[in-house]
């Protein structure tokens, strides 16, 4: 493998539709890199069966696993290190990375946030609960952010957003797939730049 392909990991924790579109953009527009690792929280979800389809790795890993929040990040930093990792993209993983993993990787983790940070981000702020927030909110616009991942939940530096209308008569379900939508373009157009050290 070239010198300059990328080894990334994405972490998910459900449908992994945002995985696909990272999975074909790489693909498609020959980026340099390769994503060799699908992690999750959950035993089975929709991204390993994917994951599976293309035979790449799959990485069952819960918190719960482990006897302290502190063995548990050894345990994630180390399977991601003994793998040469250089990358990790967030794709709809629904629980906080460790702290070991976060200062391993400083400026190496992507997320995508379905909201137009920094607002509507943090502690539970995240799928549903946050299109609920921005409608109830009276929001007339809302969209995805792609960000670094810091200590801080939601609060890395941003890279990249894009925007949707709110329209009247949506719903959180409504709201969810028009930004769903926008974030299958918004990611992959940042990995790229961000890979070109554009971002
Ligand atoms: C996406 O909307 C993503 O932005 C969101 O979960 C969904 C995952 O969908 N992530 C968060 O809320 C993280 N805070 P997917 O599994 O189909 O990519």
Do not use: W
């Not at 990485?59 to 502190?70: R, Y």
């Not at 990040?73 to 794709?91: D, P, V």
């Not at 028009?178 to 554009?198: M, S, T, W």
């Amino acid at each position: 493998m070239a010198d300059n392909i990328k080894r990334l990991a994405v972490f998910c924790s459900g449908t992994g539709s945002n995985f696909r579109a990272l999975f074909h953009a790489i693909r498609d527009r020959e980026l340099p890199a390769e994503i060799v690792l699908c992690l999750s929280n959950r035993s089975e979800c929709g991204a390993f069966d994917f994951a599976r389809e293309q035979g790449m790795e799959t990485m069952f890993i819960s918190e719960k696993q482990f006897g302290s929040p502190d063995d548990f990040g050894r345990a994630m930093l180390g399977a991601l290190q003994e793998r040469n990792i250089e990358y990790i993209l967030l794709a709809g993983y629904m629980r906080k990375v460790p702290d070991a993993v976060i200062e391993a990787y400083t400026d190496r983790i992507l997320n995508i946030h379905p909201a137009l940070l920094p607002k509507f981000g943090g502690a539970g702020m995240y799928g549903i609960h946050v299109h609920k927030a921005v409608i109830a909110a009276g929001e007339s616009e809302s969209g995805a952010t792609v960000h670094l991942v810091n200590e801080e939940y939601d609060k890395g530096r941003i890279l990249l957003q894009s925007k949707v209308a709110v329209l009247p008569g949506d719903t959180p379900e409504t709201l969810a797939e028009r930004v769903l939508n926008c974030e299958h373009i918004l990611y992959p157009d940042a990995l790229e730049q961000f890979l070109a050290g554009k971002l």
